[in-house]
C-alpha cells in the first residue's frame, strides 16, 4: 500500500499508468445485454453488418473498464478516496473489439486550491484508454477533490 | 415497433421520456465490484464512514442505467441505431442509493445538417437522470448521428 497522497504531491504533466484489462467476448455481450442491448454489442452475427462490421463493446463499458483501470492507479491513494467531480468531455474515438486489451493513462492537467474550501483542492486531469496497439479508444477530461 | 425516426422528425424543445429501473442494493454491489470497488460502493458497513453515510452506487453504474433507459425512449428508433458521438460532459449532481427508482429526459437541443455529409446530420440533446424523488442524480450532452 502507497502512502496517500495530498494536494502538494501533484503537478501538472504527472501522470499516472494503469495496469490492462483484456475484455472478453462474453464480457462485452453480458454488459451489454443489461445495459446497452444494441444489436451490434450482443449478436456476433448480426454485429457483422453493423456500423462497424463486426461486434463492439458498448462505450460505456469502456468507461467502466477505464475507471476499474483508474483505481489501481496510483492515484487511487488520493488521501479519503477517488472523489470525482463529473466529467468535462467523454469521447470514443475508435470502437473496443473482444479481445481488445485495454490500459489507461492519467496526466495531470491542472492543480488548484479551491477558493471556497481552502483546505482543499482540485486537480483536473485528462483520462485516456488505449488498445494494444496504442490506438486511443476513450479520452476524457476529469478532475478529483484533493485534501491539502 | 414504432417508425424510423430521421433528421426532419426531431425539433428543439422535444422530449423522449424512458422507463423506469430500480437499482438493487445487489445490482449495485455486484457492478462496483467489478468496476469500480471503493469502499463506499461495494461495502454497506464502511459506507457508513464514507463521504455519504451510506453506501452509494458507483456514477458509471448510473450511467450505464441511464444508456440502458435512453435505449428505451422512442430516440432509440432512430434509423440506423443509436451512434454516440461522445458526451460533452457529465455531472452527478447528487448520489444515488440502492433502492432509487431512475428515470431519464432526453430532450433535443439542436437539429443541424451535417456539413461534410449532407445525407445525414447530429442531433444534440441533453440527457438528465432522476430519482424518485425528482432529484437530479446525473446530467449530460451528448448528440447521436442521423441519416436525412
Not at 452475427?45 to 473498464?65: D, F, H, M, N, V
Not at 483542492?121 to 478529483?144: I, L, R
Amino acid at each position: 500500500m502507497s502512502a496517500e497522497l495530498y494536494l502538494n504531491d501533484f503537478r501538472p504533466g504527472q501522470e499516472f499508468l494503469s495496469p490492462t484489462h483484456t475484455l472478453s467476448l462474453e464480457e462485452a455481450v453480458s454488459f451489454a445485454k443489461q445495459y446497452d442491448p444494441q444489436y451490434y454489442h450482443i449478436d456476433v452475427e448480426a454485429a457483422k453488418k453493423g456500423p462497424y462490421g463486426r461486434l463492439i463493446a458498448s462505450g460505456w463499458q469502456t468507461a467502466a473498464i477505464t475507471m476499474k483501470l483508474k483505481a489501481a492507479t496510483e492515484l487511487a491513494n488520493v488521501a479519503g478516496g477517488l472523489l470525482g467531480l463529473g466529467l468535462e468531455s467523454v469521447k470514443w474515438p475508435r470502437p473496443v473489439y473482444p479481445g481488445d486489451t485495454l490500459r489507461v493513462v492519467l496526466t495531470v492537467l491542472d492543480v488548484r486550491r479551491s477558493n471556497s474550501k481552502p483546505t482543499h483542492g482540485v486537480v483536473k486531469y485528462s483520462m485516456d484508454t488505449y488498445n494494444q496497439h496504442d490506438e486511443k479508444v476513450m479520452e476524457a477530461v476529469t478532475a478529483v477533490w484533493v485534501p491539502c
